[in-house]
């Protein structure tokens, strides 16, 4: 009974104890001098268009990926709402001020890197 009440109570303290587990690094994930759509220390701010859904079907759900979070057509992004949707463009506005992400920005900039290190 006494041993069985010591594990108990052992078992508790270390309950208590905040787990200390670190953060893994993703495996799939480039290395940051390859990231060439966002440059070591750039602090354009600017918000990167990562991906364009749009179903197939008359009236289908539209939605985009921008900096890692998802939005669909008539949503708002940061205090801009989603205008219109492309399979390569999204159109973002706020106010007056009108903002059009492209799909292709960082492609450019591979074959642009590509080309100069032939």
Same mark, same amino acid.
């Given at each position: ?7 108990? #109570? ?9 787990? &200390? &587990? ?10 940051? &001098? +390859? ?16 991906? #364009? ?5 008359? $009236? ?6 921008? =900096?890692?979070?998802? !939005?669909?057509?008539?949503?708002? +992004?940061?205090?801009?709402? #989603? *205008? ?8 973002? !506005?706020? $106010?007056?001020?009108?903002? #059009?992400?492209?799909?292709? *920005?960082?492609? =450019?900039?591979? *074959?642009?890197?590509?080309? &100069?290190?032939?």
């Amino acid at each position: 009974m006494k041993k069985l009440t010591l594990t108990i #109570v052992s078992g508790l303290l270390y309950a208590g104890l905040p787990a &200390a &587990a670190q953060t893994l690094a993703d495996p799939t994930r480039p290395p940051a &001098a +390859f990231d060439v759509s966002r440059p070591e220390g750039a602090a354009d701010g600017l918000p990167r268009l990562q991906s #364009v859904l749009i179903a197939p079907r008359s $009236g289908g759900r539209h939605v985009a990926v921008i =900096d890692g979070e998802t !939005v669909r057509l008539g949503d708002s +992004f940061r205090g801009a709402r #989603v *205008a219109r949707m492309t399979q390569n463009e999204v159109e973002l !506005v706020r $106010g007056r001020e009108r903002q #059009v992400l492209r799909l292709d *920005a960082a492609a =450019d900039a591979v *074959a642009g890197m590509t080309r &100069a290190a032939q």
